[in-house]
């Protein structure tokens, strides 16, 4: 054997043991989480100087928004992490039904429409609340809780579909009557994840999905904006100056980014050719002030809390957390994966945040409320309740020693 051969061997040893330590999975979503989320400030805030400077003769204006946010956010992941199961599995029910009141009001006069889209609500004032990011987490909580429940029972596809799908459905209608299809995707993608996990039969597999893109593509077609958003997609320079504007300077972002970037604060997109620069297309300005190396870091890291979600799906051992981080997990990447491929014109533009990273509370608050349950599940594995034991014990055990040798 080589020497390369025995540095790589045991460098591939090293990180097996890394990766069978009892807090792995604990570790990995705190540490992906927090980069993730103090890049994002940082991104925000390079991303959206120009925009608060002409908005509210601010520079800082956005940038300090969003720290607020985080701010009430991480004590809200705290909480999370903290909360029995019992609690958790107690507060899903009434946070569906308030997810699906607040998005019923939608509808009402309370109702306001953003870039084609009525999914907000305004109480007065300069907030304004988006009820689908709340009903992600609410529907993947309550559809583990109610899996959980009948799992003696999924082995009848009546009681494997009701009343999950049809619940799920008036979700999902009522997200896609706002015009969100983006956020309706994300849903569906949830929705998935749940039903695969606990052993949907793969004909009603592929019969419902069938049925979902059959869907997407009537809804897609019909709608003259999401043609000519599909439509810039295929092509974003053939109606440049119009429905391919936004794809197009992503592009020009990713492009001029190179392989290291222009440097943090040095992009030019942000200066009013990128829309959304600080929200939906920030990755674009993380590609043109990062570069390759940016873009791909913040990919590598989300790829990270998927496997540390599917990870803890695996090893714990209650059914509901299984579920749940199963679809907390599924609704991240989903997520991810849908506003990265339309920053890099791989898919068609959905309008969604990119998790941890993209400005704005109605996005941030319910993603740091789901890191600190995922939290929580890390710690529920078996190897890692353990370890955790141990360490409770052996600090008692010091405090005890040094509480005699005080008292000697």
Known sequence: MTTATRERTGWLADARRSLDRPLTSYHLVLGVSGLLLALGVVMVLSASSVYSLQRYGNPYAVASRQLMWVAAGLPLAFVASRLPLRLVRALVLPGLLAAIVLLALTFTPLGVEINGNRNWLSFGGPFLLQPSEAAKLALALWGADLLARKSRLLHDWKHLFIPFVPVSGVVLAMVLGQGDLGTSLVLFSLVLVLLFVVGIPMRFFAALVVCVAALVTYLAVTAPHRIRRLTSFLDPFADYHDTGWQAAHSLFALGTGGWWGVGIGNSREKWGSLPE??????????????????????????????????????????????????????????????????????????????????????????????????????????????ALADRAAARAARKRRSARSKEG
């Open 277 to 386: 620069a600080h929200t939906d297309f920030i990755y674009a300005v993380i590609g043109e002030e990062l570069g390759l190396a940016g873009t791909t870091i913040v990919l590598a890291l989300f790829l990270t809390l998927a496997y540390a979600g599917v990870r803890i799906a695996l090893r714990v051992e209650d059914t509901f957390v299984r579920l749940a981080a199963a679809g907390i997990t599924g609704w991240l990447t989903s997520q991810a994966v849908i506003n990265m491929g339309a920053v890099l014109g791989l898919l068609p533009i959905a309008g969604i945040p990119l998790p941890l990273v993209s400005y704005g509370g109605s996005a941030m608050l319910p993603t740091l409320f789901a890191i600190g349950l995922l939290v929580s599940f890390a710690r529920s594995e078996p190897a890692a309740r353990a």
